[in-house]
């Protein structure tokens, strides 16, 4: 949407009185080849910047590699790290929303540990957020990173969300963020097991700005979204934020209803005037058929509400840790 991509208006806007406390949060899962130039880049980017100081919250994902091992090193050298560990792969959102509720910071950096995400862009972002925007997403210019299949599929992604949702979506607004603490507290509050923060940080409002970066390539170790990980994603994210796949069966059901009628008359009309005949078999298995596969596909349109009520009701917690460096005992 390119209204939305637009630079901030300029505005005499009140910069805050003290400096902030900045917390960076990044979800690791198998990045233990990237971490020690993540570390050093994020460090670099925010070395001169008016801060009351920085955190680093590392949230690693149940990596199956040494990068916890590495995060605890560099937690030796930098006390300016917290890390949370979880005691398996929880996902992403998982990591994420973990991160935001261990983050102390006024403001908050969200972003991935792969090194797509551009460290430098943190003071820009900085310096929209003390202009007043309480939320700011870094949106990726092309996806020319991604291969050409998941581009489409994204692409298609976007169009039905802002069709069927109740939120809009930025395209291309991954999940770089620097987020203001009234923002990071609102998402907190949000009691959802199904997490969608792409969603999320678009429902819950407040001011938003967006400012456009090149996505680098992967600094190491793969892509840990397969394309059936991102899909079950998507559908994730559609169901927590639209209940149009539920109701748009009343409306199928309507219409078919009305059509019935319709043909249910025609057949008396033509009954009375031709008499009766014996009606093809054909026309009767392809309307069984139809109906029975609208009935299944609605079913399972059911299921998976039914389905993700069910998770909301277990209230098992979004993951589990297994170690912690840089809480006091106090902290959750
Ligand atoms: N990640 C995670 N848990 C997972 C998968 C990924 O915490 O189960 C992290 C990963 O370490 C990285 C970020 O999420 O910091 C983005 O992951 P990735 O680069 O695999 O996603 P992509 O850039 O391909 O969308
Ligand atoms: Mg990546």
């Not at 607004?173 to 907190?188: E, K, P, W």
């Not at 309507?254 to 319709?262: A, E």
Request: charged share 20%; aromatic share 8%.
């Amino acid at each position: 949407m390119p209204a939305s991509t637009t630079r901030a208006p300029v505005r005499a806007a009140p910069s805050p009185v003290s400096p902030p406390l900045l917390s960076v949060v990044i979800p690791l899962y198998n990045e233990s080849g990237s971490l020690g130039e993540l570390h050093r880049r994020v460090k670099a980017a925010i070395a001169g910047l008016p801060l009351a100081g920085h955190e680093l919250v590392f949230v690693d994902d149940g990596s199956r590699d040494t990068t916890f091992d590495e995060v605890a090193a560099l937690a030796a050298i930098d006390p300016a790290i917290r890390a949370i560990r979880f005691a398996r792969n929880f996902g992403k959102e998982a990591a994420m929303a973990a991160g935001l509720r261990a983050a102390r910071g006024d403001v908050i950096v969200l972003m991935d540990g792969d090194l797509q995400h551009p460290p430098e862009l943190i003071p820009e972002m900085l310096a929209r957020w003390q202009s007043g925007a309480k939320m700011v997403t870094a949106v990726r210019r092309s996806r020319d990173t991604d291969p050409w299949l998941r581009r489409q599929l994204s692409r298609g992604f976007y169009g039905l969300f802002k069709r069927v949702s109740e939120v809009a979506l930025e395209e291309g607004g991954g999940d770089f963020r620097l987020f203001d603490r009234a923002v990071v507290d609102a998402i907190n509050s949000l009691p959802e097991r199904t997490r969608f923060m792409k969603g999320i940080t678009s429902w819950v409002g407040f001011r938003q700005e967006t400012i456009d970066f090149e996505p680098a390539e992967r600094a190491a170790g793969a892509s840990a979204w397969s394309l059936l990980r991102l899909l079950r994603y998507a559908i994730d994210g559609l169901s927590a934020f639209s209940t149009l796949p539920l109701r748009v069966w009343s409306m199928v059901g309507i219409c078919i209803s009305g059509l019935s009628v319709l043909y249910g008359g025609w057949l008396v009309v033509r009954t009375a005037i031709f008499g009766i005949d014996v009606p093809g078999y054909a026309s009767l298995i392809v309307s069984v058929l139809f109906l029975s596969g609208i009935q299944l596909i609605s079913l399972g349109v059911l299921g998976e509400y039914v389905g993700r009520i069910f998770t909301e009701v277990k209230q098992r917690p979004l993951y589990l840790v297994s170690e912690r460096i840089g809480f006091d005992e106090a902290a959750k």
